[in-house]
């Protein structure tokens, strides 16, 4: 039976180790998981059940923290470097057995090395990695699963005793859902997605209560940079189900549903709160999971070359107030009407990025793994830095204040490359302008490039 083998150094990351063997056992069962402390009974040999376990598995997971490569034994030799450490022994025996190595880098510690690995072992720095952050570990968790269902069916094999229907999991199959999102794209019809995608947003919908986030009270001023903080990554957390969807089904390019995706946004503008007397901190950030959506299918769009759906989706669509009144999304969701950049830039994990960026920043670094496996680590750079840019042009042209976002920084230094970049979206043959962007007329467009780099030198020089 195919499984998962869980490699790890003990005082490197148990604590990962222990969680992904917990996930793992519960969606595939404990016996598809070796996990060496509990695998083993007492008095077995651990050398021969290693090995035997280990050939028996599919994937090898290595969990990687931040003493990993640098570990050293009580005479300070490297571990790596030794022969019988069974960190290595593992990994070497992964590779000899057709095994795939997969790394799983905790805390946010850089990507491996190759020089900083023994040559026997740079393989590994070779290998497509996953994070796991305990901050995020139950964003990273079932992102990690839903990676293994796809890439090792087998672990989830059906019981012998259904029968599948036709292009349908059979009765006791576990399915990830991003596999069955998948193939509900892939349907003639597609009817499936929109049932699919508004049952997310349904879910994520039932956790963001005034109960569980208020938008009322009193806080005192020093506890704000952390208590805004564990809200908005509070809103990441619920939200990240129906994010990867999104993403997922934004960059097939299907334009059936983008009807579904941008009413996704008005369904999550509608719940924000409009209380007399609210604290407006709290208010504005009830707009992040709107904002975090609308991120998603702009990238999701830019990466796709849908100009048509980013035109769409922030300047036709819209927030509509009490009294009626629609205010379209680009608008709505200015970064700085939802967080205020002096806040982003207090809050203890955003700390030390300049006050104009620290929203941006955490949008790309939320947005990376959302997009893991959507789109290519590069891709997704340009994909968000040229959203970015886009959107704040058309800010621009909207109104005399624009949203700057990280790549401003890199505007500043240089402003023809991300320009040239996306030249071929702002030209009057363009899907950007013949829908309607800059009222269709290029001359539109160089007012809205000219502003926008004075208000870069004007901000960062």
């Given at each position: ?333 200015a970064l700085r009407n939802v967080v205020d950049p002096r806040h982003a830039a207090a809050l203890p994990t955003w700390g030390g990025a300049p006050p104009h960026q620290a929203l941006s920043v955490q949008l790309r670094q939320v947005l990376s793994r959302v997009f893991f496996n959507v789109v ?86």
């Open positions: 039976m195919p499984g998962v083998f869980v490699n790890y150094r003990t005082g490197d990351g148990e604590w990962a180790a222990a969680l992904v063997k917990r996930e793992l056992s519960a969606r595939f069962g404990g016996d598809q998981v070796f996990y060496a402390s509990q695998s083993i009974r007492l008095g077995e040999d651990f050398s021969r059940e290693i090995l035997s376990g280990l050939r028996r598995c599919e994937v090898l997971l290595a969990l990687i923290g931040p003493r990993w490569v640098h570990a050293v034994d009580r005479e300070g030799v490297r571990r790596l470097d030794k022969p019988d450490d069974w960190v290595r022994r593992e990994i070497l025996e992964a590779f000899d057995c057709g095994l795939r190595v997969i790394p799983v880098l905790m805390d946010g510690i850089d990507p491996l090395r190759e020089a900083d690995l023994p040559d026997a072992l740079q393989r590994v720095a070779r290998c497509q990695y996953l994070r796991i952050h305990h901050r995020s570990d139950d964003l990273d968790l079932p992102r990690l699963v839903d990676e293994l269902v796809e890439l090792v069916p087998e672990l989830v094999a059906p019981r012998p005793s259904s029968a599948p229907r036709p292009g349908r999991p059979a009765e006791g199959e576990l399915r990830s859902p991003i596999t069955e999102f998948r193939q509900a794209l892939s349907e003639p019809l597609g009817l499936s997605v929109h049932e699919r995608v508004q049952a997310a947003a349904s879910a994520a919908l039932e956790l963001l209560t005034e109960v569980r986030y208020p938008t009322t009270g009193h806080l005192h001023d020093s506890d704000l940079p952390s208590d805004l903080e564990k809200r908005l990554t509070g809103y990441e957390h619920d939200l990240a189900p129906l994010l990867r969807l999104v993403a997922i089904g934004v960059r097939s390019g299907d334009r059936r549903h983008d009807e579904v995706w941008t009413g996704l946004v008005e369904r999550f503008l509608r719940r924000q709160p409009r209380h007399h007397g609210a604290r407006d901190v709290w208010v504005n950030a009830s707009a992040y999971p709107a904002l975090l959506l609308t991120c998603v299918i702009g990238v999701a769009a830019t990466v796709a070359n849908r100009e048509d759906l980013l035109h769409r989706l922030l300047c036709r669509t819209a927030a509509t107030s009490a009294d009626g009144r629609t205010t379209p999304v680009l608008r709505e969701l290519d680590g590069p891709a997704f750079e340009w994909a968000f830095a040229d959203y970015e840019f886009l959107r704040s042009l058309l800010e621009l042209h909207d109104a005399p204040f624009s949203s700057l976002g990280e790549f401003a920084v890199r505007l500043d230094h240089d402003d023809s490359v991300i320009y040239q970049r996306n030249a071929a979206r702002l030209d009057a043959d363009s899907v950007l302008l013949r829908a309607g962007a800059f009222g269709g007329e290029p001359d539109n467009v160089a007012v809205a490039w000219r502003e926008l780099r004075q208000a870069t030198r004007a901000r960062y020089s």
